[in-house]
């Protein structure tokens, strides 16, 4: 019988794994640079968290992994985290909802189903949350985290792209939809779906077209969105917004693209939204919730945040090729059939451990390529060979405390 | 090349009959008085029919284990609703067996609207024997919280105590209940022939669809469905009331036995109307009748104080919910039949240590088929069979053996059907009865005495039945 993975599913090698720490790493150095603390939220979650009006959109509510849990005789259901963002605003609100502002990161696995089982349907993310505050610096703080750990991780051709809930929004209260219809026309436009707009009556031309002039024009700087502004003054408020965060980036020489129609997939979103991406591949990606957390039940927090998609990232990385040789590690050859001898290997292994050294018994045939020395245990006086691979040189030791010195001193 | 089809009993049976003659397949075995569940064509040797549950069609098309099937078109979005991608093939609409989904709302308990259902932070409970279109609209409709009861029948009794909405079927016809109003219409639905992806796309299956396509005919004239109960709006039940719940169906009379031995007078049970709401003599006591295997989910839930069921029920719901406050108040020692392991004859098994090893040798698993889904998996799982699948089936589960599935877990009272079935039992898992059952907490609650006196002259009953 043959074992495979589930579809969907993916095995992280020990390769990809040196990648994936790499990554994780880098991640959590640069929020921790900008003073970001790090949490851990369970895998499940109620799905209801889910399901109002303003978090997921419902065709991504469609392709959660829900299921009844062992005591789940209320027929609620719970589901597998579909998301980063609202487990983070559940623990606040649970847990933190008293220290006003928080800073919070994450690195998580997230389950959403996709059809072909060609994609992954488990995917990780590492992302920032700021709770609390309603800042254009808070927006662009994140912007600059983002765009900060990116730039440790050597990515390259990275692009900004802005976008704002609220313009779409004001836009369609314009149009003279029912509450339903706008709804389901921002669910349709945040899952793409740009063309949505084309089937609207054509009695709502006029703003239908300054509508899809907006989604259409990708632009490098925030003067076009001044002409729109004078056009509609509705707009002016989420407009204002955006262009006080596009133009506090631009000054920190920060490039950018004002696109309209980029912010898609999640409901949350109140204010602006960014997205990076880089030949194509959308790497990630976030925004301003501000309505999110009372909606849930809590206070009246404003937030925003963002996440990189790590599978994407990982693509992009090579792992660090490591140094040559390393002095420090060490492999141990002791005869596995003699007790008294891999004894005294193993006391060995002990003590390179706890003098800072990487110190391995020899298990299989081969000796990885990576390390500096070997040491041999023997029957006999003196008990401990030692072979310099760099410098091709042996020597001998009568105890473990000599092999050390002649290590400290020979590895400098 | 054989073609394999499944073919509906219940509801469209006559009328899929009749059209089945028209189109001269051959099958005339296919027949509301057949007794058998496998049929031949006597037309075309490679035709090979089956006799299923109208609800299983749709699975055992998707799976591929028949290239076609007729059923009703609720049914196919029922799966669909869940498992988007299966590999069904809708080909025609039959034209006959017709009827709508609702989604109801009791009229009594009036003012939930759908548009104020998605600020609602209470949660909304929906039953329904349509679980997952249930869950569809919930989601579709944006209701923050929301649970559905997946039930095996009677949805339309659950408003408005036991849950706020219902998703109903009703046949063309068929008058809603007045006490229910509806808040959407779902679906239309009527007889479709559906067809398994690869089948369609690899067999050529034209000859048999177009033939039955082709057999049109006036419908029969319809029978008009019985009027279902219309009963007075019910007041809600006072808080200290104990709720009482009986079981529809052929457990009916032995119910109605011991109730009587109880001194326990409930008047219109088992009722000639479908009434589903009879009147009692015992003081500050409300009865609903609704299906023993939706029992248990309701007592532990928190709906029902007592019920009347089968212990299989009973152990089905706790394999599921292991914490489940639902727990056996009395035995009422009727009703007794055995939860046994079937296998086909034919198989060279003869005990779970045969059966693991038939598991452990086949690429794709052992197929186990159940009414009984968490009580066949759980079997699986403590015999240790290694790959499995459960089929769930919605009754005639002793016709999937053995082409359908590998292991039935089954309730048998004598062993006749079975045997009938070129089938053996290779295990006895438990002997159930019927049983009283209430909620762990129940006797310490405001109504426990209530409950405590009931309990009683249930007792009182069925010992002096010994």
Partial sequence: MRVQRCKGMRDLSPAEMKVFGQLESIFRDGCLKWGYEEVRTPTIESLHLFTSTGTLTPGMLGRVYSFLDWDGWSGERVVLRP???????????????????????????????????????????GGAELIGVNLVAADVELVILALEVLQSLGIKGVELRLSHAGVIRALLTRLGLSPEEQATLFDQILEGNTRALARLKPGDSGQKEALALLLERKEKSTRFLREVKALSPELKRPLNNLIEVAELLEALGYDYLIDIASGRGFEYYTGVIFQLSTGNKKIGGGGRYDA????MGGKDVPASGFALYLNQLMKLLKPKTE????????????????????????????????????????????APADLRWIIEIQDKAPRFMLTDRAKKRHFSAPSVAEVQQLLDKESE | MSIKIALPKGRLLAETARRLQLADLGLAGYHPKTRFYRLTSERYPDLFAKIFHEKDIPIQVAVGNYDLGICGLDWVEELLAKYPSSALVKISDLGYGEGKLYM???????????????????????????????????????????????????????????????????????????DLVPLSEIMGFSAFLI????????????????????????????????VKSVATPVPYPAGDTVRLALPDGHQQPPTRQL??????????????????????????????????????????????????????????????????????????????????????????????????????????????ASEYVNIADKYARDNHLGRYRVVPTWGASEAFLPE???????????????????????????????????????????????????????????????
Avoid at chain 2, 195 to 223: C, G, H, Q, Y
Wanted: with cysteine.
């Fill in chain 2, 195 to 226: 067809a398994n992806r690869t089948s369609w796309e690899e067999k050529d299956l034209s000859e048999i669809t177009s033939a039955i396509e082709r057999a049109v005919l006036p419908p029969l004239a319809e029978e008009t469905p019985p």
């Fill in chain 2, 104 to 178: 109801m709302a009791s009229r009594a308990g009036g003012a939930l609207m759908l548009k104020d259902a998605p600020a609602k932070m209470d949660t909304i409970r929906i039953a329904s024997e349509y679980p997952n279109l249930a869950e569809s609209f919930a989601l579709s409709h944006r209701l923050r919280r929301f649970s559905v009861f997946p039930l095996w029948g009677g949805a339309e009794v659950y408003p408005p105590e036991n849950a706020e909405m219902a998703l109903v079927s009703r046949r063309k016809g068929e008058p809603l209940n007045n």
């Fill in chain 1, 292 to 295: 999110l957390i009372p909606l």
């Fill in chain 1, 323 to 366: 140094a040559k040789t390393s002095g420090k590690k060490i492999l141990i050859k002791a005869k596995a059939d003699r007790p008294e001898i891999l004894k005294e290997g193993f006391r060995l292994a002990k003590s390179l451990h706890e003098a800072g050294y990487s110190a391995e018994i020899q298990l299989g045939d081969e």
């Fill in chain 1, 83 to 125: 998301d980063g963002t609202i487990p983070v605003a559940r623990f606040y609100i649970d847990s933190m909802a008293d220290k006003g502002l928080a800073k919070l990161f994450y690195i998580t696995n997230t389950f959403i189903f996709e059809e072909t089982g060609k994609e992954n349907r488990e995917k990780w993310q």
């Fill in chain 2, 259 to 368: 109730l009587d031995k109880a001194g326990i007078r409930v008047d219109d049970y088992p009722s000639a109307s479908g009434n589903r709401r009879p009147t009692t003599s015992l003081a500050g006591v409300s009865i609903k009748v609704i299906r023993p295997q939706d029992m248990p989910l309701q007592v532990a839930n928190g709906n029902f104080d007592l019920a009347i069921t089968g212990r299989d029920w009973l152990r089905e719901h706790v394999y599921q919910f292991p914490s489940s406050p639902a727990v056996e108040l009395l035995d009422l020692k009727s009703g007794r039949v055995k939860i046994v392991a079937v296998v086909s004859q034919d198989l060279p098994v003869t005990d779970s240590r045969d059966l693991r090893q038939l598991s452990n040798g086949g690429e794709s698993g052992l197929r186990v």
């Fill in chain 2, 404 to 466: 359908d599935a590998d292991l039935l877990i089954e309730n048998t009272e004598t062993g006749q059907t079975l045997a009938r079935h070129k089938l053996k039992i290779i295990d006895n898992l438990f002997e159930s009865t019927a049983c009283l059952i209430g909620r762990k907490d129940g006797a310490s609650s405001k109504k426990g005495e209530k409950i405590k006196a009931i309990l009683e002259m249930l007792r009182d009953a069925v010992e002096e039945f010994k």
